[in-house]
């Protein structure tokens, strides 16, 4: 039985086992309606160029909208014997429409052909991909208005150091969400060319035209090099790249609310439905979401590693090593979604418990800084004044007390420049209100960037 696409070349069939082996239809066939929509181009292109006939391309595209059909409602019958989703989808055209369905390949190969689908696969997903970070940012700028002026402990060294504004530190996120989406467009802009007309590695001798093709693909224009646009995925690799980026942002917040919510920090509570009981523990709510999100972000940092490790030793033009490209991508774009969609919903879920943010916020001299800074405002060198403060908080941690504890009396002992006006440095609205430039804490500066990204985010 003659199944494959070239089996008069060779004499005995594959075992089952090497077919298993080398088959992809099963994890490619997801690219079906980007394989079709590429294929139509092609043929458009084939007809318009006189190459085949226009009845030739009538039928093309009656077999193809019929093909659309029977996978949408789930008759098509996918064989691994004929391994691929290329192969699938171009021998139930040939059963469909005949001679037209097997004029189809003409100038093209399954190199070109796999090399556009995934780009245009990819296209598609950076598109919504971008849409969902910018519904995380929304998210969290949302909850960033809230808490302009809710105060909280920032950390260095997980040490309190100063106060922050809740708000800001959400608009953390934000900034690292902003660099995930453009670095989501940058990378869009080398997925956006066309590899097809390549054909399997040299280009074809038909007359094609390459320009056409693209226009009717969107793509913003053609890779200009036959031997790389088979063999080239870089752009699968800077994607991953990107996506590791995303996770690592969204693995470093995850860490945070896992600590926010633990009973002994208690600054958040997540909505019951991201979280888990326990099995044996009846007392138990577990931050089930971004423990696991923080565990995924292994996976696709992985992905990564796998397309690069995939690349390293290919030498020109297409392997079918890169056969292997797919299933890390998808992964990544599956991993991606999914966790981009619950992150946004989850960050509306939050409680913010601002009296314990608060609290927290008053322990471990979070305004030494302030105290210093003032001395500094009074004339005091700032390495003076900073040997004075420290010589008060050593003093305030023997005593078991704040810095605002002490009498002005007693604050004068480290430097006489302290006067009254002193205490109002001292409080933690004082010292968030205080840092009021581009980028700084203060509830001001919070509501100036929140307009900021409000306005970027109009125009995704
Ligand atoms: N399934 C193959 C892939 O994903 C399609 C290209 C195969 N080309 C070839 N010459 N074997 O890369």
């Not at 077919?19 to 929509?37: C, G, M, P």
């Not at 296209?123 to 809710?150: F, G, K, M, S, Y």
């Not at 999914?338 to 305004?367: E, H, N, P, S, W």
């Not at 040997?387 to 908080?393: D, K, N, Q, R, S």
Request: glycine content about 6%; hydrophobic content about 45%; overall charge negative.
């Amino acid at each position: 039985k003659k199944s494959e696409a070239w089996s008069a070349r060779f004499s005995e069939p594959v075992s089952d086992l090497v077919k298993r082996y080398t088959a992809s239809v099963f994890f490619d066939k997801r690219l079906a309606a980007v394989d079709i929509q590429g294929s139509l181009a092609h043929a458009e292109m084939l007809a318009r160029q006189n190459i085949i006939s226009q009845s030739d391309l009538a039928a093309i595209q009656g077999g193809m909208q019929q093909i659309s059909t029977e996978i949408a409602d789930g008759s098509f019958a996918w064989l691994l014997d004929l391994e691929d989703v290329h192969l699938n989808i171009e021998k139930r055209l040939t059963e469909l429409v005949g001679d037209a369905g097997k004029r189809l390949h003409t100038g093209r190969s399954r190199n070109d052909q796999v090399a556009t689908d995934i780009r245009l696969y990819l296209r598609a997903a950076i598109d919504d991909l971008t849409l969902l970070l910018a519904e995380l940012r929304l998210a969290l700028v949302d909850l960033a208005e809230q808490h302009a002026e809710t105060i909280l402990p920032g950390f260095t060294h997980m040490q309190v150091a100063q106060p922050v504004t809740f708000g800001h530190h959400l608009l953390a996120y934000v900034e690292m969400f902003g660099r995930d989406a453009e670095r989501l467009a940058d990378c869009r802009k080398r997925v956006n060319r066309l590899p097809l007309g390549a054909a399997a590695l040299a280009g074809t001798t038909f007359p094609i035209d390459r320009e056409l093709v693209a226009q009717l693909l969107g793509f913003d224009e053609v890779c200009f090099n036959s031997l790389d646009a088979v063999s080239d995925r870089d752009f699968a690799i800077e994607f991953c790249a990107a996506a590791a980026l995303v996770m690592t942002h969204i693995s470093r917040m995850s860490e945070e609310l896992v600590i926010w919510m633990s009973p002994r920090v208690g600054f958040i509570d997540i909505a019951d439905r991201f979280c888990t009981g326990s099995s044996i523990m009846p007392q138990k709510k577990n931050p089930d979401v971004p423990e696991l999100a923080r565990g995924k972000t292994g996976r696709v940092t992985g992905h990564l590693m796998s397309l690069l490790t995939l690349m390293k030793g290919q030498p020109l033009a297409y392997n079918k090593d890169n056969q292997e490209d797919k299933e890390p991508l998808f992964d990544t774009v599956d991993t991606l979604t999914d966790t981009l969609r619950i992150f946004a919903d989850m960050a509306r879920g939050i409680t913010v418990k601002a009296d314990a943010m608060r609290a927290a916020a008053l322990q471990g001299y979070a305004t030494a800084t302030d105290l210093a800074d003032y001395l500094v405002k009074k004339g005091l060198p700032f390495r003076d004044a900073h040997e004075a403060v420290a010589h008060a908080v050593r003093i305030c941690v023997d005593k078991g007390c704040d810095l605002s504890d002490l009498t002005l009396d007693q604050l004068k002992a480290f430097s006489p420049l302290i006067e009254q006006d002193i205490y109002q440095v001292l409080t933690l609205e004082g010292s968030v209100a205080a840092r009021d430039h581009v980028g700084g804490t203060a509830p001001r500066q919070v509501r100036l960037a929140i307009a900021r990204v409000r306005a970027q985010l109009a125009d995704v």
